[in-house]
């Protein structure tokens, strides 16, 4: 892009600088949607409590691995760990915890 004449004194450099103002702020606002669009999509695959991945971010993994597996002729093995009662535990903690501010 050519760089705007914001050092004009006429109604060129008035709108010049108008025009700059406005791209700063439409690159700010830009930054903030990544932002949240990269906080939103975490949130979609990690648990709020643990942090750790989500049940929709194994089955992303899983479904991976499933092609390279057929793709490559690669095996691979995955380990099922069962955690009796976890459901009520994730019920009774999992609604409470407070969220900490995002780091930006």
Same mark, same amino acid.
């Given at each position: 892009?050519?760089?705007?004449?914001?050092?004009?004194?006429?109604?060129?450099?008035?709108?010049?600088?108008?025009?700059?103002?406005?791209?700063?702020?439409?690159?700010?606002?830009?930054? +903030?949607?990544? $932002?949240?669009? /990269?906080?939103?999509?975490?949130?979609?695959?990690? @648990?709020?409590?643990? #942090?750790?991945?989500? %049940?929709?971010?194994?089955?992303?993994?899983?479904?991976?691995?499933?092609?390279? +597996?057929?793709? $490559?002729?690669? /095996?691979?093995?995955?380990?099922?760990?069962?955690? @009796?009662?976890?459901? #009520?535990?994730?019920? %009774?903690?999992?609604?409470?915890?407070?969220?900490?501010?995002?780091?930006?």
């Amino acid at each position: 892009m050519t760089k705007l004449p914001v050092e004009r004194q006429d109604e060129i450099g008035v709108l010049a600088r108008s025009v700059s103002q406005m791209q700063d702020e439409i690159r700010q606002q830009l930054d +903030a949607l990544q $932002s949240n669009r /990269r906080e939103l999509e975490h949130l979609a695959r990690h @648990d709020v409590l643990t #942090g750790l991945s989500n %049940r929709r971010a194994f089955q992303e993994r899983l479904e991976l691995m499933l092609v390279r +597996a057929q793709r $490559s002729g690669e /095996r691979f093995a995955l380990l099922f760990i069962d955690v @009796d009662q976890f459901k #009520g535990i994730n019920d %009774r903690w999992g609604t409470r915890v407070v969220m900490p501010p995002s780091k930006s």
